[in-house]
């Protein structure tokens, strides 16, 4: 009895343990339940216990996914010894439930799951997941991109101008001058542009207008509208035209960072947390890091045409997994659900460039649709509309696999009593070793469109096709066909072949030659040697025939630098009877750009002076600079002059006396990045950003306000009445504004808001001090003033 009573006592004893035990752990990790099962209790006491088969819990668990820890704590529900759980917990922990469905709870029962099992260890309160790929939400790595800034636009003018004057000709007619300018008033309600040509010669003098408009743009809604002259969209198989009305049309440039053309989906799976390389014909595009399991890449692959995509990861032992994706990107299509349009209305413009005022009489009308019906399929609609006009087509734009695009159209036209239709097809396919592009268009009929209508007469034909290949390491060879009839005019039939290569690092080869099927006599051959002398300037010679008639040409050109300075050119040669020399000297200045040329012809010279540049009247100021094309902005570092300026970390300037500087050449929409040199300011200087990254809307400039700032320091040397420093540790305090500063060693304290006279206090010293600072008006930036007798208070000036 005494050894069963051992026993006995020794079990309960081992109960108790394990019950304490338990017990513990639940509360330290607060992981398992608040009531515990007895039988979960004792069932924990080995490894392998069986899931408990009664009562309902909610247990708490660390999840495991595949070996891998999540990381993540589990709300999970145990009911008659079965897991399960919320549809939004196994989705956040990577589990598809897309095809389980959930009870009246809620609840997604873990038991007999496709592709799912599981094991619930009670004593280290996990669950188990192995989860076949199917079932798991593939991880979405992404390039990082940097953060879009929200487009802005500041409030201001611009006048471009480019001026040509030409005082002696060679037929002698005297000078002529040429001015083009452009008036354009930015604000962030949208931009006004005015632009024209004026001519003063002998008996010509004329001013012709040439485009007058407003447009608003919508970077919410990707949406242009645009009020006066404007040109209308065009898809591949219809033509544009000049009209003065209105225009609204989807804008995908206000949105640089959107790709819209249908991206392939490249995914691979990873056993571990593993690097993952993506490489598009032989490139590394992609770094990131995949947690294991399946995994999707969001990124662009930088490449058009037919490709091969490589997937790169790790195994379990280290050895590198390669998964193929075979690629073919065409940006002409849409990505699926995405639609790009443009509707115009207003009067058609005739002879643009020679008459101001010339428009149609009645009104026209033209829209543009494009909508990406699937991933490899777009489809195109075009519609248009005059008095006594209508023109109505549509057309398609499908990706074959990897075997290249095929696009067609086809469309009807109807004008007074003749009718007539438009058929085209085309083909692309584009590759590393080959390139091909076939475009054929018929026109049957009496075919019309606003075009037509303004005098450019459809073709009847049109036939294009063009093979070309790399040629060993550096050289391309391409072949070319054109076949065109128009009516009225002779057909053609033009068959070309061209050949370029690089002969070494600074010289290269193209020779290209031609014949017109259509007439024998037209032919040509043109034969081309360029090399590079030195990083900036390059020659080039060349000879051939063009219709019987020999040519032959040698120059040199040397391009200005963009930060600036000069340029020049020099040119000779003959064609046929005909000689010509040129030499022209170029500059390029901070505020514009600038020529003179002379050139003989048949022994008569004549002379050129060309100067190109812009004003700008903004944040209260006018400031010259190059012709600004696009966005702007204007640096102000707030009367502080002599600062540098870069873009991009390329130098742009130091600003004037005013503290203003003109950056021209942003890109509208995109980050930019504008910023001053911190290290050229004086000592005294305060800045509270030594940059900024700006997006400018379209033809707009944006104020960039540097903050700089001088103040009055000086470091004072603190001593007490026996001229002692003041002990380290205590602080100073300006009386007039009640600013601290602390007090280093030597009594040394520096204090930046100093006025021509201060009180500064010594409140934590015994007795507190007070002394009398006086800045000197000859000091210089940041002096050290003292020994300065910090007195007591009563006894303090």
Not at 118 to 134: C, G, K, M
Not at 542 to 551: I, K, L, N, P, T
Request: charged letters at 20%.
């Amino acid at each position: 009895m005494g050894s069963a009573g051992k026993r006995g006592r020794h079990l309960v004893a081992a109960g108790c343990c394990i019950v304490l035990a338990t017990l513990q752990t639940a509360q330290a990790g607060a992981l398992a339940p608040a009531q515990a099962d007895p039988v979960a209790l004792l069932a924990a006491a080995r490894p392998d216990a069986p899931l408990p088969a009664a009562g309902t819990d909610d247990l708490y668990l660390e999840a495991i996914i595949n070996g891998t820890p999540t990381h993540t704590i589990a709300r999970l529900r145990l009911r008659d010894g079965r897991l399960s759980a919320a549809a939004g917990e196994l989705r956040a922990l990577g589990i598809r439930i897309d095809d389980l469905q959930p009870d009246a709870n809620g609840l997604v029962a873990l038991d007999g799951v496709a592709g799912l099992r599981y094991t619930y260890e009670v004593r280290a309160q996990q669950v188990r997941f192995v989860l076949d790929d199917a079932r798991r939400v593939p991880d979405v790595l992404t390039v990082h991109a940097r953060p879009r800034v929200p487009p802005t636009s500041g409030t201001g003018l611009v006048l471009n101008y480019d001026a040509y004057l030409q005082p002696t000709t060679p037929g002698g007619d005297g000078a002529s001058l040429g001015v083009f300018s452009e008036q354009r008033f930015f604000h962030p309600g949208g931009v006004f542009s005015n632009s024209g040509v004026a001519l003063a010669a002998r008996g010509a003098d004329r001013y012709t207008r040439l485009e007058t408009s407003w447009s608003h743009a919508d970077p919410e809604r990707l949406t242009t509208l645009r009020l006066g002259d404007t040109v209308t969209a065009a898809l591949g198989w219809s033509r544009a035209v000049r009209l003065g009305g209105v225009q609204w049309q989807r804008n995908f440039d206000l949105r640089p960072d959107l790709v819209t053309y249908p991206l392939p989906l490249l995914s691979a799976s990873a056993a571990v947390p593993t690097a993952v390389d993506l490489y598009v014909n032989n490139v590394r595009q992609f770094s990131g890091q995949a947690r294991g399991g399946p995994f999707v890449l969001n990124a662009a692959p930088a490449v058009t045409g037919a490709g091969q995509a490589v997937i790169v990861v790790k195994d379990a032992l280290g050895r590198d997994v390669v998964t193929s994706v075979p690629l073919y990107i065409d940006t002409g299509l849409l990505a699926a659900g995405l639609s790009d349009y443009a509707v115009e209305a207003g009067f058609l413009r005739n002879q643009y460039g020679v008459h101001t005022f010339d428009y149609a009489r009645s009104p026209a009308l033209s829209a543009s649709l494009r909508y990406g019906l699937s991933g490899s399929l777009t489809l195109e609609s075009h519609a248009e509309a005059a008095r006594g006009l209508a023109n109505l087509g549509a057309g398609m734009r499908t990706r074959l696999g990897q075997a290249g695009v095929v696009s067609g159209a086809a469309s009807v036209a109807r004008g007074g009593d003749a009718s007539g239709a438009q058929g085209s097809l085309g083909y692309q396919y584009r590759a590393p070793g080959i390139a091909i592009d076939l475009q054929g268009t018929r026109t049957f009929g009496t075919y019309q469109d606003l075009a037509s209508t303004a005098g450019a007469p459809f073709y009847r034909s049109l036939l294009r096709g063009t093979v070309s290949r790399p040629v060993g390491r550096t050289g391309s060879v391409a072949l070319s066909y054109i076949g065109l009839s128009v009516p009225g005019s002779d057909r053609s039939r033009i068959v070309s072949l061209s050949y370029a290569a690089l002969l070494g690092r600074d010289l290269s080869l193209s020779a290209s030659a031609y014949q017109d099927l259509a007439d024998s006599r037209a032919r040509g051959v043109l034969l081309t040697f360029s090399m590079a002398l030195g990083r900036d300037a390059n020659a080039a010679a060349s000879v051939g025939s063009d219709h019987g008639r020999a040519e032959a040409t040698v120059s040199a050109v040397r391009t200005p630098d963009y930060a600036g300075g000069f340029g020049w050119q020099l040119q000779s040669g003959r064609s046929g009877a005909q000689r010509r020399s040129l030499a022209q000297v170029n500059y390029r200045g901070r505020y514009g750009d600038a020529f003179a040329a002379v050139q003989e012809i048949n022994g008569q010279a004549s002379t050129a002076l060309d100067a190109a540049g812009s004003l700008v009247l903004m944040d209260g100021a006018v400031l010259p600079g190059r012709r600004i094309n696009d966005a702007f902005a204007l640096v102000t570092t707030e009367g502080m002059a002599d600062v540098p300026v870069t873009f991009e970390n390329r130098l742009m300037g130091r600003t004037n006396a005013q503290g203003h500087l003109l950056v021209p050449d942003l890109v509208a929409y995109e980050n930019n990045r504008v910023a001053i040199d911190p290290l050229a300011l004086p000592i005294n200087a305060r800045l509270a950003a030594s940059a900024a990254t700006l997006a400018p809307t379209d033809r707009s400039g944006v104020l960039v306000h540097f903050h700089v700032e001088t103040f009055r320091g000086a470091q004072l040397r603190l001593v007490d009445a026996l001229e002692q420093p003041l002990p380290a540790g205590s602080h100073a305090t300006l009386a007039r504004t009640g600013a601290r500063y602390p007090i280093g060693y030597d009594g040394l304290a520096f204090i930046d808001a100093l006025e021509t006279e201060d009180i500064v206090r010594v409140d934590d010293v015994d007795p507190p001090c007070a002394a009398h600072v006086v800045y000197p008006a000859d000091a210089g930036a940041l002096p050290t003033l003292g020994p300065l007798r910090c007195m007591p208070r009563e006894a303090a000036p």
